[in-house]
């Protein structure tokens, strides 16, 4: 099967990544990046890993098991935005030890996308629910800018850290 990650055992002992594709929970079009598929190769390997992400995002649900994963994984895990870490992959982005941006690359926060059907008590509940938001709260801190960043659904360059203070 084909698939928009490469792994490559670096002459040191660590491995790299290149991850550019949409995640998704199950390959439609044999490009998607799955957590079964990157699970299985995450730790068919030890040591550091640096992960060259480029992606425009995709399913929240399978990008939420790769951070998890990610956040497991024993070494350090660097992450390395070459392009684009945008929605679901600025989820992945947070799970990095280390987080860096090229001065070109770009990384956009929203809030998550949801259904939800029942009365308005139900739709209340399903306003409040965002895993989300929590992520980046404990990696960047600052709820109240980070929530005002995911409500205008910005796009961030490499001076992340200057926009979140």
Same mark, same amino acid.
């Given at each position: ?13 660590? @491995? ?10 199950e ?49 350090? $895990? ?13 989820? =992945? ?5 280390? $987080? ?13 996308f ?14 409040f ?15 109240? @800018? =980070? ?19």
């Amino acid at each position: 099967m084909r698939h928009f990650w490469n792994w490559v055992c670096n002459d040191d002992e660590s @491995r790299s990544l290149y991850l550019d594709g949409v995640i998704a929970e199950e390959s439609w079009f044999s490009d998607d990046i799955t957590p079964a598929m990157f699970k299985e190769e995450l730790f068919a390997g030890n040591g550091p890993i640096t992960i060259h992400l480029n992606s425009p995002g995709g399913d929240c649900i399978a990008a939420s098991q790769i951070y998890t994963m990610l956040m497991d994984y024993p070494g350090d $895990v660097t992450i390395q935005i070459d392009g684009m870490a945008a929605s679901a992959a600025s989820v =992945i982005a947070m799970a990095g030890t280390h $987080v860096t941006m090229s001065p070109t690359s770009l990384m956009m926060i929203h809030n998550p996308f949801t259904m939800a059907m029942g009365d308005t008590e139900e739709m209340r509940k399903a306003s409040f629910i965002n895993p989300i938001l929590w992520i980046f709260i404990e990696h960047i801190g600052e709820r109240c @800018r =980070i929530r005002y960043l995911l409500l205008q659904g910005q796009l961030l360059s490499h001076s992340l850290p200057f926009f979140l203070g």
